[in-house]
């Protein structure tokens, strides 16, 4: 047995070189088995959000009702905008409830890197854990806030239909759109710190080029598919679908837009993440 100066024996010696996965198979496997990793995080990142809070997880409740208040008053009352004989309050809230996801999910994503940033400099795992557990804390948010669909839908005296069941599905397409922009921007900010500006003032214009406080039916018809091309619209006009009817689903070629942008945000989003995954500890 060989042994050098220090009386260690070479035999023994293991050298690990990590490059972040760099078969697509390995690092999917690296991500199955940090799955504890990704539970601590989400966990971690729910206790913090409401730590020291005096209504606790209520934040979740109240926010869309007092956004709701605003926006049935504002849009509804004051700018009299149409509402296809469906109740105001509903119409906004099917709105809201996709769009606080979605951009909730994109900001935390952001910064997902940034606040994890210690950790990313000490141990490898695959990077794209950060933004996941991200999504996931939002996700929890989200369904808690979906609870407030019973309460609006007998408060406007809507009947609720079959249509209903479409709003898992729907769950998983915000969730992926908000994936795909934030693993774009998550990698983008780390090298890039004006997107951690940028993106909370694009969100902030969000709310209002996307029909959140009114229906996309009031866009005149030439304009529909360059409206369409913000990937929101498919997505609050099948959430509206789903809670008020068919006359909320009148352009399908948004909605086929929608879905194509998500798929393509989403499957970019990861290339391009990974490309740069293996240099986020030089800027961090």
């Keep these: 047995m060989n042994s050098d100066s220090n009386g260690i024996s070479r035999d023994r010696l293991h050298v690990t070189v990590i490059q972040a996965g760099q078969a697509s198979l390995d690092y ?3 991500m199955w088995n940090a799955r504890e990793l990704l539970y601590f995080l989400t966990w971690r990142d729910l206790l913090v959000r409401y730590k020291q809070t005096f209504v606790g997880t ?7 009702l007092l956004t709701l208040m605003i926006f049935s008053i504002v849009f509804g009352r004051l700018a009299g905008l149409p509402s296809n004989g469906a109740p105001y309050s509903l119409l906004v809230f099917a709105g809201m409830l996709p769009w606080f996801f ?3 999910a994109v900001s935390d994503c952001t910064m997902s890197l940034s606040t994890n940033g210690a950790l990313v400099g000490k141990i490898y795992f695959p990077r794209l854990i950060a933004p996941f557990s ?3 804390v939002c996700l929890v948010d989200y369904l808690v806030s979906c609870v407030l669909i019973v309460f609006v839908m007998i408060w406007t005296g809507t009947m609720p239909s079959l249509r209903l069941l479409v709003l898992p599905v729907l769950t998983l397409w915000v969730a ?3 994936m795909g922009i934030g693993i774009w921007c998550a990698a983008l900010t780390v090298r890039y710190r004006d997107f951690r500006h940028l993106v909370p003032f694009l969100l ?3 709310i209002y080029v996307s029909p959140v406080g009114y229906s996309a039916t009031i866009v005149p018809e030439r304009w529909r598919f360059a409206y369409s091309l913000n990937p929101m619209v498919g997505i609050i006009d099948g959430y509206r679908w789903a809670l008020l009817g068919n006359e909320f689903l009148a ?3 948004g909605v086929l837009l929608s879905a194509l942008m998500t798929v393509v ?4 989003g990861i290339f391009y993440f990974r490309s740069c995954e293996k240099t986020f500890v030089d800027f961090l």
Excluded: E, N
């Design 58 to 64: 209520t934040w979740v409740l109240i926010r869309p």
């Design 204 to 206: 902030q214009l969000g």
């Design 102 to 104: 979605f951009a909730t």
């Design 28 to 30: 999917w496997k690296d």
């Design 265 to 268: 945000m989403t499957v970019t």
């Design 134 to 136: 991200s999504i996931l």
């Design 176 to 178: 992926g759109l908000a």
């Design 251 to 253: 352009y399908l070629p």
